[in-house]
């Protein structure tokens, strides 16, 4: 469990660089960030080392920068891990807003005052910069941009969420939103930055973006190949946790998530157009598990395994998106009767493979395939109507409670304060 410090009034960003062996480049990269810090930002600021375990040189050179420069602090970790080593640093922070930058500074710092200009002022809760906007000029391979793409599509289909870039950075948190999120976040290396994201979002936090330029490191030491492993385990466990309410994010939206004006109501042909998406997307994934898992376990049980695992996603999806129920109470319930819901597409689905072999005996793969997935888009229309006349109607919704408080009962709101402090170093 990270225990937070107090925020301190005086210090507004803190900018953590978490680094590992980087002997041959911290010296220079810190001391470009401290000059555009002193000459450029109009905000009270830190710049925080934060070595996780470097076996070269490089604990020495950052004890040498925070004696040099003002402003600079530097902090060492006795384990690896860039998770890690920002949970441990900006749960240890006095400032209002948390950064994170990159050791290599491969995003233009002149995006740092944007980025943390709406935290500071109230309107958003973590801010991040994105490489994937129209106005965002890159300079990277063709091998790494498909890679960041891909992943970022993956995200935002499979975990419902809208932020674009992920992986860049580059990104900022209020001390109060930090506070509750970091004890939520289990990752301690790369996948840290994108879980305590979904988190945020799920837990109705706002996330601004901010379009930057950013030029790739071509010295960079992180493992491609690994790294996105561990990045698609992360992802499948944070699914898990917040399908099952494992992940208390409720707390999180009820003690800061940004509510609605008015409960959302989306009329029926909305709702209709996003369970059709949600019945794309898992027919899709239906169509790729059978195949995977057909030559395997045959037909009929890979038929029951991918409708299995494509109808939790297509519960918890159509729960939150489709009919639009927040928080965990009733989602054990949910899914139980989206299993019921299931249990009769999959017989609807089991039929239609019985009929095949009866007429054509020795069907083709393809064949199968064809069949299963008309069968499977006629359940997707039975499975919308038992949702919501039977799973999510009205009557059975348990959204998060919000409760009032006496300002917002009296239709009055509170205002973000403007920042007024002078730009200055804080050691």
Known sequence: MIRMTETNPTL????????????????????????????????????????NAS????????????????????VHLPLKGRGRALKAVWGASPARVLVYVDEDLSTDLAALEPLVAPLLSGHSDLAIGTRLAGTSRVVRGSKREFISRSYNALLRTTMGVAFS????????????????????????????DTEMLVLAEHAGLRIHEVPVDWVDDVNSSVHIASTATEDLRGMWRVSRGLASGRVPIAPVYEAIGRRPFTPAHVGLGGQVLRFGAVGVLSTVAFAVLYALFRPAIGAQSADFLALLL????????????????????????????????????????????????????????????????????????????LFKAWVFRSGRRHPIRTGTTPATEAGTASEPTPVTIPGRAVR
């Open 310 to 385: 494509t109808a939790v996603g297509n519960t918890a999806l159509n729960r939150r998106f489709t009919f639009g129920v927040r928080g965990r109470a009733g989602s054990g319930r949910h899914q139980v009767q989206g299993l019921v819901v299931f249990a009769i597409a999959w017989a609807m689905t089991s039929g239609s493979l019985v009929v095949l072999h009866a007429v054509a005996p020795g069907s083709t793969h393809t064949a199968e395939i064809a069949v299963l997935t008309g069968a499977n888009l006629v359940a997707t229309v039975v499975r919308f109507v």
């Open 165 to 192: 870039d992920a992986q860049c950075g580059f990104k900022a948190v209020t001390a109060e939103a930090a506070h509750h999120l970091l004890p939520l976040c289990e990752d301690d290396a790369w996948f840290f």
């Open 55 to 74: 076996t070269d040189d490089t604990a020495r050179i950052a004890d040498d920068l925070a004696a040099m420069l003002p402003g600079v602090h530097a």
């Open 12 to 51: 507004d960003i803190d900018i953590v660089v978490p680094c590992h062996d980087e002997q041959d480049t911290l010296a220079a990269h810190v001391r470009r960030l401290h000059a555009f810090c002193t000459t450029s930002l109009h905000h009270s600021w830190r710049i925080t080392i934060a070595d």
